[in-house]
């Protein structure tokens, strides 16, 4: 199987400039497309598992069946979601 597609770096930085106004160049990745995309999409997980409503319950379930816990369900779906948002870009 191939390398994960992680989308490349979200932020990269190629040089940057300190307080005395000198230019340096820089090796700093940031995060990659993938983890920010998962992070974003985390919020809404954390905020339906969490809420109590019918949804948090349906997804209590899932864990249940699938023995894991709600932090995990939500780390597992945000990726998830994150890989079908970098598909789409394709």
Not at 10 to 39: C, H, Q
Not at 41 to 64: I, K, L, W, Y
Not at 70 to 78: E, G, L, S
């Amino acid at each position: 199987m191939g390398k994960q597609d992680d989308g490349g770096s979200a932020f990269p930085v190629s040089s940057y400039v300190n307080a005395s106004g000198e230019t340096y160049s820089s090796s700093i990745k940031g995060m990659t497309l993938r983890d920010y995309f998962a992070a974003k999409a985390m919020a809404t997980f954390v905020s339906v598992v969490f809420s109590g409503n019918e949804m948090a319950g349906v997804v209590n379930d899932e864990c249940d069946a699938a023995g894991i816990g709600p932090q995990q369900w939500v780390a597992q779906h945000a990726y998830d979601a994150a890989d079908a948002m970098l598909e789409a870009r394709k």
